[in-house]
């Protein structure tokens, strides 16, 4: 398959810029996987679509304040790191524009309290720094730093906490779970109530899930490596569920990639590591029955793995109905259930 088959036209106004007031006032459209067909529904009418029994596995990783401004301290000229992976103590895996500037012992300044020193150059403009600060790490990146929303949101975010769920919790991701933010405390709870059975999964999104496909040939696409985790009882709970045929429902693609790289045999063995799994038509999930996400990008990993889940031809009927019926498409945007 090429690139280009998972291509279609977006109106500019189409993306959304801000979240909504209310979290679960987003659309949601609704595809039967098997038929095709499509109705159209609120977020906050989503528990009328599970079941008691059913599944639902969200990914609780918290987005930091990852995106730093500083100069190069030799020149004064201006760098922006991305924070993408930590390493160790003070080693990170950073994304840097511009990348050409920056070579192995260059120093960045940020602050009086903060700088980095260039250890390793990488493919893509990505360098391995380890950063030099006087106190604790975490305060100074929550002073200096600022979330890392993408370019295709133009408005400032008032609130940060947007860009969080309501449920994140273990801090490491450089982009936001964007399927879980249609979520409110008070829906999770009526879903609890009438026997939807929640879980929680860690995978810190990184390059990996939002780097763009720059090869013809998908086969050719290789990912970045995301740090995932699954708790033990989290893992027996979802494999007692799906040996008893019930619904394993995935709320995004990180919580997919996350099942599907902790999967062998139909049961989550593999409960720890690092993942580059990428999943492209055609594909045979393991896991994940059904799938809340968000409307994603043309020619995105993100787009294939829906159209892997779900057929292309399917998916790219349903994204041009969206479009037709003035859906708000990307992170800010409503959302699609599969099933």
């Not at 109705?39 to 930091?64: M, Q």
């Not at 939002?210 to 086969?219: A, T």
């Not at 893992?235 to 693609?253: H, Q």
Request: some cysteine; overall charge negative.
């Amino acid at each position: 398959m090429n690139t280009k088959d998972f291509y279609y036209y977006l109106p500019e106004e189409r993306i959304a810029q801000e979240p909504l007031a209310k979290r679960d006032d987003s659309k949601l459209l609704i595809v039967d996987k098997k038929r095709g067909d499509l109705e159209h529904s609120s977020f906050s009418e989503i528990k009328h679509r599970l079941r008691s029994g059913d599944v639902l596995v969200l990914n609780n990783t918290r987005v930091i304040p990852a995106r730093l401004f500083g100069t190069k301290k030799e020149t004064g000229a201006s760098i922006e790191f991305l924070l993408l992976k930590r390493l160790d103590m003070k080693k990170w895996e950073v994304m840097c524009k511009p990348a050409k500037r920056l070579k192995e012992g260059t120093i960045v300044d940020f602050h009086s309290t903060l700088s980095a020193k260039v250890l390793e150059i990488k493919d893509e403009g990505i360098r391995i720094v380890e950063f030099i600060y006087k106190g604790v790490f975490e305060e100074i990146l929550d002073d200096l730093g600022t979330m890392p929303l993408p370019p295709y949101i133009h408005k400032k975010l008032e609130d940060k906490e947007r860009y969080q769920t309501v449920y994140s919790k273990v801090e490491g991701s450089c982009a936001a779970p964007t399927a879980g933010l249609h979520f409110t405390p008070e829906l999770l709870e009526k879903l609890g109530e009438e026997g939807v059975q929640i879980e929680y999964v860690t995978l810190h999104v990184g390059l990996g899930t939002f780097r763009p496909v720059m090869v013809e040939d998908i086969e050719n696409h290789r990912m970045h490596s995301e740090y995932y985790r699954i708790d033990e009882d989290v893992a027996e709970r979802i494999n007692r569920a799906k040996e008893e045929g019930r619904r394993i429902i995935c709320v995004g693609t990180t919580s997919v990639r996350t099942l599907e790289s902790a999967a062998e045999n139909e049961r989550l063995t593999k409960l720890e590591g690092w993942t580059d799994i990428f999943i492209y038509p055609p594909y045979t999930f393991q896991m994940a029955e059904g799938l809340i996400t968000n409307f994603h990008l043309p020619e995105s990993t993100l787009l294939m793995l829906v159209s892997a889940f779900c057929d292309k031809e399917k998916i790219l009927n349903a994204y041009q109905r969206a479009i037709e019926a003035e859906y708000r498409f990307f992170s800010f945007g409503d959302a699609m259930l599969l099933i």
